[in-house]
């Protein structure tokens, strides 16, 4: 009789997923190969892909409506057999896919404790079993993180809330968070989760609550080179859930808080689609941002519901967006510590364990289909040309002479007169561009 995490187990699959035409169990990759290089770098190493540990192993099922949907068998008994469980459900769901990395917050893992301390201990304990698993070859860390916003403790914050001993406690949590990150050989540390913001400023004392932010932010910075962590520190943007003004609102919203902490050139940005969205945004406009503002870290993958106000976390299917994304990437110089972490949720009525593996082998699937388009539109340059081209005057010697501060305002104003300028608007070529972009697809 198979038992939890052995092939036949939690899962029915007992053979990883393939590349298509290696596939022995009926389930491939059509489009997914580790192996095939794609501008210099192997694909797997381009999309570096992560699942991750909430979404897949501690979510219910339940909804604003409903509760839980799931029959797993760590939801019952021991909250620390059921942890144990988790590990070797975790860890034969990373190998069936074949992915290089997981994430995980701290309470995913190990069940939080009557005290800090017995948290702490429930914490190491699930982590040496994770360090047992990375070392007898499993997937390996790409960031940890500490849940700093579902006990009621933090419904006023962490960092920002108004109890300097809340402040406190999230600063003792983080610290055992990143100890295990290290010690696992995590490639990033990420913060914060939601409610770092304020629901009416009729209790709220703006300015205050920003200067704890940033002091939050810079212990951990400190901390990070105390201890010698070569990890990337992550802030992840989220909007509008569940707090009204969050503070982490998007990626420039991110940008100028770590400008007034002083942290610009130490702390990068963790970006989610579903995020991105609820923020006002495009997915691609977030990433381009924070290449642009030399912040971009890694990326959370999933997609929402343009039916719904809410973080849906749905897997990303949608191969033009993700081509989008995989551009922007590219542009961006690629990942170095950051990757595509699988930050998404089946749904609700996905009940069998095996709705995870087509979950995820849809959505590596998608990924990969776009990476490969976005190879194409690097490699043609016909897109870049036009942007190149849009841009061609700022290269000429005026362009950079205003740029560069070599000309004062009157030395612009008499140029425009003495040369009688006159320039006329040129077409954006917005239509034909989103044809070409769907020519590659």
């Known amino acids: 009789m198979t038992t939890l995490g052995t092939p036949g187990g939690f899962f029915t699959l007992a053979d990883p997923v393939r590349p298509a035409g290696k596939a022995g169990n009926g389930l491939g990759y059509r489009w997914y190969d580790p192996d095939r290089m794609v501008l210099g770098k192997r694909m797997e190493d381009q999309l570096r892909f992560a699942v991750c540990w909430w979404h897949s192993f501690c979510w219910p099922g339940t909804d604003p409506f409903g509760g839980e949907t799931f029959d797993r068998p760590w939801f019952k008994g021991d909250p620390m057999q059921g942890a144990r469980q988790k590990v070797e459900a975790g860890f034969e769901l990373f190998r069936l896919l074949g992915v290089p990395f997981f994430t995980f917050h701290d309470r995913d893992i190990a069940p939080e404790g009557a005290t800090l301390a017995e948290s702490d201990r429930n914490v190491r304990t699930i982590a040496d079993l994770l360090a047992a698993k990375i070392e007898a070859g499993g997937p390996k860390l790409l960031w940890g993180t500490a849940n700093l916003f579902s006990n009621r403790r933090f419904m006023g914050g962490a960092g920002s809330n108004p109890d300097p001993d809340v402040f406190a406690y999230a600063a003792a949590q983080v610290k055992t968070a990143m100890d295990v990150t290290k010690e696992l050989g995590g490639e990033n540390y990420v913060l914060w989760g939601g409610r770092e913001g304020y629901e009416t400023?009729?209790?709220?004392?703006?300015?205050?609550?920003?200067?704890?932010?940033?002091?939050?932010?810079?212990?951990?910075?400190?901390?990070?080179?105390?201890?010698?962590?070569?990890?990337?520190?992550?802030?992840?943007?989220?909007?509008?859930?569940?707090?009204?003004?969050?503070?982490?609102?998007?990626?420039?919203?991110?940008?100028?808080?770590?400008?007034?902490?002083?942290?610009?050139?130490?702390?990068?940005?963790?970006?989610?689609?579903?995020?991105?969205?609820?923020?006002?945004?495009?997915?691609?406009?977030?990433?381009?941002?924070?290449?642009?503002?030399g912040i971009f870290g890694s990326i959370d993958i999933n997609r929402g519901d343009n039916l719904l106000g809410w973080d849906t976390d749905q897997f990303a299917m949608d191969v033009t967006e993700l081509t989008m994304m995989c551009v922007e990437i590219l542009k961006a110089g690629g990942f170095t510590t950051g990757g595509l972490n699988f930050d998404a949720k089946i749904r609700r009525q996905s009940i069998d364990p095996d709705d995870l593996i087509h979950a995820h082998v849809g959505s590596i699937d998608a990924c990969a289909r776009a990476l490969l388009a976005a190879e194409k539109i690097i490699t043609d340059g016909t897109l870049s040309g036009h942007v190149a081209d849009r841009y061609a005057g700022w290269d000429g010697a005026e362009g950079k002479a205003m740029l560069a501060g070599e000309r004062s305002l009157e030395d612009i104003a008499a140029r425009v007169h003495k040369a009688g300028l006159d320039p006329q608007p040129k077409s954006g070529r917005q239509e034909y561009l989103e044809g070409l972009l769907n020519s590659y697809l």
């Open 201 to 293: 400023l009729l209790n709220t004392d703006l300015k205050r609550e920003l200067d704890q932010v940033g002091r939050f932010l810079n212990l951990v910075v400190e901390y990070k080179h105390k201890i010698g962590f070569t990890g990337t520190i992550l802030i992840e943007p989220k909007p509008k859930e569940p707090t009204k003004h969050q503070y982490d609102f998007d990626v420039g919203t991110v940008y100028g808080l770590l400008c007034r902490a002083g942290l610009d050139k130490e702390v990068k940005v963790n970006i989610e689609q579903n995020h991105a969205i609820l923020a006002g945004h495009s997915f691609e406009h977030e990433i381009a941002m924070a290449s642009a503002l």
